[in-house]
Structure formats: C-alpha cells, structure tokens
C-alpha cells in the first residue's frame, strides 16, 4: 500500500513492518503495515516489536487498530526470536480486544502466525488474490498426502464461505476503503458511543410494503435482507460475512443516525434454522457489537435448530449455547422483531425476553410456540385418526400460532404493525440509549467456546 502514515512509530529501526497514526477518512488510527513486498513480509524480531509498539500506544491512547498484513510468516533467519515477537503482538492484541476495534485486511499471504493474527482481529477484509493458512501445501501433503494448492486450502473464497474468517473479500485497491467504511461504525474505544450516521431519512418513515415481503404459504421463502433495508436509514445495510452460515444474516446498519448491529435469521438458506456456523456466527457478532456500544436489533423467522445426527455429535448444543450465552451477556439496549416463526429452543436463542432483551415486538403474521402444528401433531395426536389430526392442527394453528398468547404472557411487549416496523425500532433505540448495566465483579466469564 502507497498510502502515507502521519506519525511513524519506530521509525529508525530496521523493522520491515511499517506503523503510525495514521488520519483514515477523518479518523485517527494506528495503522500497522506488515506487508513488504521484497521481504515477503516475513517477520522478523523488531517487526514483532513494532506491532507490539505500535498496538500498545493504540491502547493506551484508545483508538482503532488497522492491520495491513501480507507476510510469508515468521522470519526464519532468525529462529525462535522471530516467533517471540509474533508472541507479544498477540498478546498485545488480544489485551486491544473489546477495548478499542481491530481491523485486518490481508492484501497477499497470511501464513502461520501471521494467520492467527486476523483470528485476533474484530473484522477481516481479504483481497480477492489474498490467501491465509496456519499450515500451507507441502506440510498437508507430508502428513496426509492430499495434494492442494494455496487458493484451495485457505483462498479468499474459503475464508469467505466456508470458515467464516473474512468478513468481506474485495479488490485489493479497495481493502483500505472497505475498512473504513466499516469502521464509520465504530466508536473509537469502548468508552464511547458509535458516531452518528448523516441522514436526512425521516424517523417516522411508513414502510408499508414491508408485510408484502412474507410470502402467503407459512412455507415460503424470502430474503430478510430486504425486511432490514426497508427500516434502515437510506436503505443502507452493510452485511458482514455473507458468504458463511447464510442462515443466519449479520451486519451494520444506522436507524435514526444511531449505528445497530442486525442479527437476522435468513428464510432463503435452510429455512432460517439454526446450526453450527450460524452460532458461531451469531455469537462472535453479538459479542463484537456488545463491546463496542452497538445496539443490537434481531430479526426473528426461524423453525428451530436444525436436526440432525452429524450435528449433534459435532457438538450443537454447546455451540447453540455460544449464542445464548452472548445474548445472555449483551448490556447493550437489544430489541426484537418476530416477523414469523419463532419456536422452541431457537425463541430462547434469538434474544427472547427470558434472555433480558429490553423490547420483544411481534408482527401479526408471528408464529410463537413450542413447535408447529404438524410437529406437535406427531407427538401429541399419536394413533388418532387422520380426520381427527387435521381439525386438532386446524385447532392448534387458531389458538397458538399467533403473537397474541405471549403478549398475554408478558413475554411479547407489543404486536405492532409492520408499517410502523421503523418508527417503533428508532423511537425504542431511542429510549434505551441512556441504558447501564453493572456487570458482576468477576475477572471473565466462562464462554462455551
């Protein structure tokens, strides 16, 4: 990258990695450029003390961290020493995190520790030529004697569908931009408030086509995307990590000027249900938008969790838990939108009030229960006869499948009209901004990772 550091950090030594603060469309932050074309960007002992350098001063002086990485790995000449200063760049990371935001981008190689790096960072943007890996081709091929090259084994296109690594993949000219349209989101420490979004969108704005978006048959499929641009300001959405876990939609967005995060189940993709990477997903975005101040806004349409055998011997409950748990934990003003089903374990999941969510609407067309007709037929109806199975689905469907038991029961605030979808979420936004919540004395919890 050609583009200038305004205060350089380190810069008599002979470090290959290049640091500073750097002004990034209007904002300050320490850019950290690891990504010598010469070098091949392997680290050397004083690279590893610039980065350290570099992530201590943006911690201390709280603001963003910007990595720019194109780096071979750990600099073999220089054995163990190499590896040590990697050590304390980590380390100085992972204390950045939750504290103040840490953005990657990988232009070229990400390989061994280097690779670890972007696992450290809050977002990830890859350019389309980039590749990352802990462990490359010939070390594969040793020990297992399968035979793959870089772009298969950790290409952009694998970080972007298939392990959930890259957040966005672009161009290699627009991995900078790309962060910072990103970062136009964020506060700059955690002590802040996201800054205000320009928009002339009015607050009150009707969205009446929204309730035309749901397909007629409880079967049907449509893209939530389209629900979430419809209550954004200016149609805007910018979603993150779209290729992985398509079930499951996450991104930024601002309602009234205020950033949110959106979580949203996605019909288009297995029903909306939820799984193992849609978890995983799902928890490592609520946790990021609860570090820094976003509130979160959850768009329900789900069935449940996903069945299956390979599922749960993989491990689904404790990775269902990861995104109950950073709910659970979330002290930021969250609020949710049951646009139609909503049932079982996946109701608790997606930020039920059980789980101390501030707002739970509900669209008339919402399905809230245990399960649906048919399944609860299966179970409850066992031996009847046909005709006498169809009219208790009829019956079931009448009196549970509708938002109006949980409103009874206090566990939905409001069944609102979908019209008013975005009135209600920037007028609740709103309400909530002044919301504080005292943590218990604990040196961390103990997330089901």
């Not at 800054?195 to 009446?208: C, E, G, N």
């Not at 290729?243 to 993709?269: C, E, R, Y």
């Amino acid at each position: 990258m050609t583009t200038p550091i305004d205060l350089q950090i380190r810069q008599g030594t002979p470090a290959h990695a290049v640091a500073g603060v750097h002004d990034l469309d209007g904002r300050a932050v320490m850019l950290i450029r690891a990504e010598d074309p010469e070098h091949r960007g392997a680290l050397t002992p004083e690279d590893g003390d610039t980065i350290t350098t570099a992530a201590t001063v943006a911690l201390e002086k709280r603001i963003p961290i910007v990595l720019l990485l194109a780096s071979s790995g750990a600099d073999a000449n220089h054995g163990v020493a190499a590896l040590d200063g990697w050590g304390r760049a980590a380390r100085v990371l992972a204390k950045a995190s939750g504290i103040v935001p840490i953005l990657a981008g990988v232009t070229g190689p990400a390989v061994s520790g280097t690779a670890l790096l972007i696992g450290l960072a809050d977002i990830v943007v890859m350019a389309d030529e980039a590749y990352a890996f802990v462990s490359g081709p010939v070390p594969v091929q040793q020990m297992t004697g399968v035979t793959v090259d870089v772009e298969e084994l950790g290409g952009s296109a694998v970080h972007y569908r298939d392990t959930g690594a890259a957040s966005m993949v672009v161009s290699h000219d627009d991995v900078l931009p790309t962060i910072s349209d990103i970062l136009r989101f964020f506060p700059s420490t955690n002590n802040e408030e996201p800054p205000l979004q320009p928009t002339a969108d009015p607050i009150d704005r009707k969205t009446p086509e929204a309730a035309d978006l749901l397909p007629q048959t409880a079967t049907g499929s449509y893209d939530v995307r389209d629900v979430i641009k419809l209550v954004a300001d200016d149609n805007e959405f910018l979603e993150l990590r779209g290729g992985w876990a398509g079930n499951l939609v996450t991104g930024l967005t601002a309602i009234g000027a205020k950033p949110v995060g959106i979580v949203a189940n996605q019909p288009m993709s297995i029903a909306g249900t939820l799984d193992i990477p849609a978890s995983q997903k799902g928890a490592r975005f609520v946790s990021m938008c609860d570090a820094f101040n976003l509130p979160l806004i959850t768009f329900v349409d789900t069935p449940g969790f996903y069945p299956g055998k390979d599922l749960e011997w993989r491990g689904m409950i404790r990775h269902g838990a990861q995104m109950a748990f950073a709910y659970a934990r979330a002290t930021v003003p969250r609020i949710s939108v049951v646009l139609r089903k909503s049932y079982g374990g996946a109701f608790i999941v997606m930020d039920s009030k059980t789980m101390g969510n501030d707002a739970y609407l509900a669209w008339p067309t919402a399905e809230i229960a245990v399960m649906g007709a048919n399944q609860a037929a299966q179970i409850l109806q066992r031996g009847e006869s046909e005709q006498a199975i169809e009219e208790w689905v009829k019956d079931y469907e009448q009196t549970y499948l509708n938002p109006y038991v949980g409103a009874e029961r206090g566990f939905v605030d409001a069944v609102i009209d979908p019209a008013e979808t975005r009135k209600e979420l920037a007028d609740l936004i709103g309400l909530f901004s002044s919301k504080r919540e005292r943590l218990p004395n604990r040196r961390h919890d103990n997330s089901p990772l």
